[in-house]
């Protein structure tokens, strides 16, 4: 028998024995057993559609819910989830996103304002992903109010909402070695955007605003930027640290050029000195540096600018040379640098290069009579052992 017809005969046994269970599993077995898939179906059908109704339900109530969210974490959970169960829940859900879109929003730039700039970018980059998301799940109910609004918002939380902040980072920055994270990262998100000099630009701009010659803060913001990490602002700022490093006419303060003697910048600080044209910025810098440092190639790096101070080089040039006249190296070093001749005069370069021949010549006395020496203690330990030998024979 078909389906149909063990129904029919189902009913007709259980009109006819007033619906004995019993007598009617007698006689059309089959009968019970095709009802009992459409009870079984009906009752799947019901708990499907209660448990739809319920997460409907949840999920509406959710809406509600990310407007009490108590943290960014909570928020955010609560819109990932909202915005993968859009397209299953139907259009009641959709109009309660519709309803409540700007408090949703507004909830979201309340959560994020305490956050440093490095935080937001992530966060506004999260939740710009999770309303394309939603723009996208809600087409399906052809509510073009609700898909248009979070298409436009998922961009303008970027281009406008996130411009803000970062122009409110920069202008309000220091630019000092806790800042380099964070201008990173803004590097980083401005580079993944198609407009990326009108985000670079005017932090540049302000970076730029900021003192390379006298700024200790922002040399040491330089140093640690790197070209993969920072690109733009790397350059940017290595260049114009460069640029006042080797003009030959700017001033660098004593603090910063100090600072790179003391931390791996000494040849830096030696080419700058060694240029300098401006002679009352030269004559500044020597009253903290020149012969302060117990540094001998700062000092020649004074020696070696061309542009006229009131300084007495020559004494001291000849102090150090009759200081250390037994350290040859040390003379060799002197003597053969830029302008030491012009400084001291050939009278006293001439009786420098007197001495450093006879420590020379008495250096390699010295070795000589060494090296014979050594020779005959080696063949002195060879008679004794031959000694040794003969007599135990």
Same mark, same amino acid.
């Given at each position: 028998m078909s389906f149909l017809e063990n129904l029919k005969e189902f009913f007709s046994v259980a009109k006819e024995t007033n619906f004995d269970l019993a007598q009617i599993y007698t006689q059309t077995p089959d009968g019970v057993y095709s009802v009992g898939l459409i009870l079984v179906a009906i009752l799947l059908i019901v708990v499907f559609l209660i448990r739809r109704s319920m997460k409907i339900s949840s999920t509406v109530k959710l809406v509600s819910k990310i407007q009490? @969210?108590?943290?960014? $974490?909570?928020? !955010?959970?609560? =819109?990932?989830?909202?915005?993968?169960?859009?397209?299953?829940?139907?259009?009641?859900?959709? $109009?309660?996103?519709?309803?409540?879109?700007? $408090?949703? =929003?507004?909830?979201?730039?309340?959560?994020?304002?305490?956050? !440093?700039?490095?935080?937001?970018?992530?966060?506004?980059?999260?939740?710009?992903?999770?309303?394309?998301?939603? @723009?996208?799940?809600?087409?399906?109910?052809?509510?073009?109010? =609700?898909? *248009?609004?979070?298409?436009?918002?998922?961009?303008?939380? =970027? *281009?406008?909402?996130? @411009?803000?902040?970062?122009?409110?980072?920069?202008?309000?920055?220091?630019?000092?070695?806790?800042?380099?994270?964070?201008?990173?990262?803004?590097?980083?998100?401005?580079?993944?955007?198609?407009?990326t000099d009108e985000i670079l630009n005017p932090m540049i701009k302000e970076i730029n605003s900021y003192s390379y010659a006298f700024n200790l803060d922002l040399f040491k913001f330089t140093k640690a930027l790197s070209k993969d990490e920072s690109n733009q602002v790397y350059t940017n700022c290595t260049e114009k640290l460069n640029d006042v490093l080797t003009s030959k006419e700017d001033k660098v303060s004593d603090v910063v050029l100090s600072y790179m003697l003391d931390n791996g910048y000494e040849e830096d600080v030696y080419v700058y000195v060694s240029g300098l044209e401006n002679a009352i910025y030269l004559k500044d810098i020597s009253n903290n540096l020149f012969a302060k440092k117990d540094n001998i190639d700062l000092d020649l790096a004074f020696v070696a600018n061309e542009t006229k101070i009131d300084l007495d080089y020559a004494f001291h040039i000849d102090s150090l040379i009759t200081d250390n006249w037994r350290d040859l190296g040390y003379i060799k070093h002197i003597i053969a640098s830029p302008r030491v001749l012009e400084t001291i005069g050939h009278i006293s370069y001439r009786n420098v290069l007197e001495r450093i021949e006879r420590l020379e010549t008495e250096e390699e006395n010295n070795k000589a009579i060494a090296e014979a020496l050594e020779t005959a203690r080696r063949a002195e330990s060879i008679a004794n052992e031959a000694k040794a030998i003969a007599r135990q024979k």
């Open positions: 009490n @969210a108590k943290s960014f $974490d909570e928020y !955010n959970s609560g =819109l990932t989830k909202l915005a993968a169960e859009l397209p299953k829940r139907g259009k009641k859900v959709a $109009d309660s996103i519709n309803v409540q879109k700007n $408090d949703i =929003l507004n909830k979201e730039l309340e959560l994020l304002k305490d956050f !440093n700039i490095k935080e937001k970018i992530e966060k506004y980059q999260q939740i710009s992903s999770q309303y394309a998301l939603i @723009a996208s799940n809600s087409k399906k109910y052809r509510m073009d109010d =609700l898909t *248009s609004y979070y298409e436009e918002t998922s961009k303008t939380l =970027l *281009s406008q909402n996130l @411009a803000i902040e970062i122009e409110k980072y920069y202008t309000n920055s220091y630019f000092t070695l806790d800042d380099v994270e964070f201008v990173n990262s803004i590097v980083t998100f401005a580079n993944s955007q198609e407009n």
